[in-house]
């Protein structure tokens, strides 16, 4: 490393001894992204709509990374982060271009690995679910009135009425008729999507918060191997003969 | 040339050795493409050039473009995506609507911590293989799409060690990194395209739009998480832009930097959190302005500012803002039916008495 990419905030904490979340913390190349020193002005909890109705604060983020104290860092990996409702404001205003919401993402995805996460994403098993088995994220079907009884009346008729109101708004348009998932995401997508969870060691993690979801992406990648194996061998051919 | 603008350099200095260069990312991912290390999908036809940060060029394609859906739209407020389409399809622009794509993911990530940056990037780099190998122009419909790919593509090119890994994922499903020359967001495009679609509007319907007050209000992630690659700079006017150019009056209000308190979790389990938001958001604008409707970009905002004026009685408030996309308000000039082809009738805030007094029939 050059002296010009060296980042003294960080390494002064690096060379500090810390605590096995910290460290942890610190694997993450973002944070040396985003962290820059802290002058304590406020400027990014002055802007933090989490800042405004929870116990949390980004400058206290910043503040609690530099000091390393495993304590602290424990008690906002077991609820605190969850508070934050990542929208970059504290990024955006702050005067040293810190990003306590990228801090934030690093330790959330700390947290779920460290099982930390369970009561955290409690009702989140529909989302989770969906992603892994449809390949996208949110289906019409998911929005029901009983769900979200604050959305108001005109939920209850829109949800009796879908079916027809989306066959008329897409006629014409294969595959957005649909009310399980987002759009018709072919077979063989979905299969990359699983695997792309697989390769990367993300489906694993899952584990820790949903061990079921894990069965049932590794049973329906199974199901489906041979053909899509063997699809996925002649696209890499294919590839193999355009570098030629 | 846009890459003239890349040596210039900032004072900014963040202690000792740490000097911050402004630069443009396309140069460094040009410099990675002669290496060898990356592939670039450069524009296919023509494109218009807008200003960024800086005043460097961000060149917006005006044809060919891959439509990158929006998982919470096409669910949720089906009627953005058709009115996407209807706009190309009244200005003859070609467009693909994939079902060989996946969900960016990034919803998910911010809201869980499931997933991990590898995964995320691998998701980005498969959906912009999917635009390459079919001959488009990748283009976003999602404002956490956008911010996503923005931040992706910021990492892939700023670390080795990430863009291996993200290889290694892509080379077992026999596909290669290929990073598109340019991130765009639709709102982007529609804003690049205003005075395309004011001249194709239809007449009467200008005359309905011709006067409304409005008010408009930006994705966090379309223009906090990565601040540098959006049309305006840091004070967005992609939305305003094309709204005024069609006729709008665009009112400012002193709260439009807040954000509409979606928070991507909170919607889902915390939604406490946002009606609270909502609440500071909503006051403001109706004692400031009290506007015939709420424009807006991203799936996340046009959900909550939609779903949570309602609830709002219950603190003693009566909320009624229409919320209009972009690209709604965009199809309507053009002569959209607003239920068939504009799919306001998705939205649970009444857009009837803004329809009425636009002058546009909906039964």
């Known amino acids: 490393m050059s002296e010009e990419t060296k980042n003294p905030i960080t390494e002064k904490i690096e060379s500090t001894k810390g605590g096995h979340f910290y460290k942890e913390i610190m694997k993450d190349f973002r944070i040396k992204e985003s962290l820059h020193g802290c002058l304590n002005c406020g400027t990014c909890v002055a802007n933090c709509p989490a800042a405004a109705f929870y116990d949390y604060s980004p400058r206290e983020v910043c503040q609690m990374i530099i000091e390393g104290d495993e304590e602290t860092i424990e008690e906002y990996m077991k609820g605190k982060i969850w508070n934050c409702a990542q929208c970059y404001s504290c990024k955006y205003r702050c005067p040293k271009e810190n990003s306590a919401a990228d801090i934030v993402m690093a330790m959330r995805e700390i947290a779920v690995r460290e099982g930390l996460a369970a009561e955290a994403l409690a009702g989140y098993t529909r989302i989770a679910k969906l992603v892994l088995t449809r390949g996208n994220q949110l289906a019409p079907d998911m929005l029901s009135p009983d769900a979200f009884p604050d959305w108001g009346p005109r939920m209850i008729e829109l949800s009796s009425k879908k079916m027809e109101m989306r066959e008329e708004l897409f006629e014409g348009f294969p595959g957005m008729n649909v009310v399980d998932r987002a759009w018709a995401a072919e077979d063989y997508t979905i299969y990359e999507m699983q695997k792309i969870w697989e390769e990367s060691g993300a489906l694993e993690k899952v584990g820790t918060v949903f061990p079921f979801l894990v069965d049932i992406v590794q049973e329906d990648m199974e199901d489906k191997a041979e053909e899509m194996e063997a699809k996925i061998q002649e696209k890499k051919e294919k590839l193999e003969a355009s570098k030629k | ?363």
């Open chain 2, 1 to 363: 040339m846009s890459y003239e603008i890349n040596d210039v350099k900032t004072g900014i200095n963040h202690g000792k050795g740490m000097n911050y260069h402004v630069h443009d990312i396309r140069a460094e991912m040009k410099k990675l493409e002669e290496e060898g290390e990356i592939k670039i999908a450069h524009l296919i036809g023509p494109y218009k050039e807008e200003e960024v940060m800086y005043g460097i060029k961000k060149r917006v394609p005006l044809d060919m473009h891959y439509q990158h859906k929006s998982c919470g739209q096409c669910a949720n407020l089906p009627g953005v995506p058709r009115s996407n389409f209807y706009y190309r399809d009244k200005l003859g622009i070609k467009y693909y609507n994939d079902m060989q794509q996946t969900s960016c993911t990034a919803w998910n990530y911010h809201a869980s911590g499931l997933g991990n940056l590898v995964q995320l990037a691998s998701v980005a780099a498969r959906n912009w293989h999917r635009a390459y190998e079919e001959g488009y122009n990748f283009t976003i419909h999602c404002v956490t799409s956008f911010g996503n790919y923005l931040e992706m593509r910021h990492l892939l090119v700023g670390n080795k060690e990430l863009r291996d890994s993200v290889k290694k994922v892509l080379a077992k499903l026999g596909r290669e990194l290929v990073i598109p020359e340019e991130i765009i967001h639709d709102s982007e495009i529609a804003y690049a395209l205003r005075d395309k679609i004011l001249a194709s509007a239809d007449p009467k319907r200008l005359e309905g739009i011709k006067g409304l007050r409005a008010v408009e209000h930006y994705g966090c992630h379309f223009f906090k998480q990565v601040s540098d690659d959006i049309i305006g700079g840091k004070r967005p006017i992609v939305v305003g832009g094309l709204a005024s150019t069609l006729g709008v009056q665009m009112e400012e209000y002193s709260k439009w930097f807040m954000c509409c308190g979606f928070g991507f979790r909170h919607i889902l389990v915390n939604r406490e959190f946002t009606r609270s938001a909502q609440n500071i958001k909503l006051k403001a604008i109706k004692q400031e302005v009290d506007p015939d409707m709420i424009l807006v970009n991203c799936t996340g905002c046009g959900t909550t500012f939609d779903k949570t004026q309602w609830i709002q009685k219950v603190v003693g408030e009566d909320y009624h803002y229409p919320v209009v996309f972009y690209s709604q308000l965009a199809a309507l000039a053009l002569g959209a039916h607003p239920f068939k082809e504009a799919g306001l009738n998705f939205h649970v805030t009444p857009v009837e008495p803004l329809l009425d007094k636009m002058g546009i029939a909906y039964n």
